[in-house]
């Protein structure tokens, strides 16, 4: 006997998809659904051009041994060279040039801002090692706290992935009868996919764009001043890698430019953050420019579903807001509401 009917099925599979949505992010598990998805959509996107040539479970199941192999190379060679960095490269003379520089930059920073903040800047390492070591003492609560959760966050990822691989290799048959719930939910999964991988592509151009104006920045406008920003090339592919992340990724390049500009001097460092605050602001219209072009909604739409999100959940509202308003337009079009 059928509890629901056709509709109430339907209706249902609305409720659970808002549901998933909505505990997403309180749940923490944003990046274990970034994690996912993007594995799924590489695997799939893939195993799309190489089922041409080899038949199609073969092609996921080759596609997904390739990126599963790549995935742990990487895991692999992050902890290999954080291990080497820290017994090798801080350990005797490479480790006394590290303190040099560290010292000089402290220094040469020291004796720009003294006249402004007297004794705000220690002089050399040895001063920051008390002060950090001060500020652990006083913190450790929220410290213990931040690395609690940031392995939750590592092992939400690594889930994703283990989610991704495992759910591109059952491959659909449109032929094939299914129940109407379940082919409700299907399409729930579809429309949501297809909204993701609409956000990414988009990302993928402004990441594009950040690293052009960066490149302009540092290539062009700062050596005309005589200028030359330390790591400008690694900067350069940082910025990129890191600009497909949505807004996160821009403050920890944002960070790392800053600090770079800081080996130079103070003025550098404030023109290079004044710089990248502009442009992460301008980012907001670029994000809504780009994504509402590939969901076709105004910028408009997605600016206000951006700040909306970004006050009911934080930074993780911003950076999910343009996924789930493409997937609301989504349904809403297949619903012939807009």
Known sequence: MKILNDRQCVMVSYVLMLI????????????????????????????????????????????????????LALVALAITGLYNFVL???????????????????????LQIVQYMP???????????????????????????????????????????????????????????????????????????????????AQIKISLINTLLFVIFVFVVLPIFNVHLPFAKTLTILTFIFGLIPIVGNLVTNTLITLAGLTISLTVAI????????????????????????????????LLAMLIFESLFGLPGLIAAPIFYAYLKIELKQADMI
């Open 20 to 71: 998933f949505l909505v505990l997403l992010i309180p749940m923490h598990l944003l990046a274990c659904f970034f994690a996912g998805f993007v594995i799924f959509e590489i695997i799939n996107s893939l195993g799309g051009v190489l089922e041409k040539y080899i038949d199609g479970q073969r092609a996921r199941l080759t596609i997904s041994i390739v990126v599963s192999i790549i995935v």
């Open 119 to 201: 004794n705000f800047t220690p002089y050399s390492l040895a001063e920051i090692k008390t002060h950090v070591l001060g500020l652990l003492r006083a913190n450790i609560a929220t410290l213990k706290h931040t690395g609690t959760g940031l392995i939750h966050s590592i092992v939400t990822i690594i889930i994703g992935i283990v989610l991704g691989i495992l759910i591109s290799l059952n491959q659909l048959n449109p032929q094939q009868y299914r129940p109407v719930f379940k082919q409700a939910m299907l399409v729930r999964i579809i429309n949501l996919s297809n909204a993701f991988r609409s956000v990414v592509f």
């Open 271 to 302: 023109v290079a953050l004044s710089y990248l605050i502009i442009i992460h602001k301008l980012e907001y219209f670029i994000n809504a420019k780009i994504i509402g072009s590939k969901i076709h909604a105004q910028s408009w739409e997605v």
């Open 88 to 110: 090798h490269d801080l350990q005797g003379a490479k480790r006394l040039i590290i303190e040099q520089k560290v010292d000089h930059a402290l220094q040469g920073l020291q």
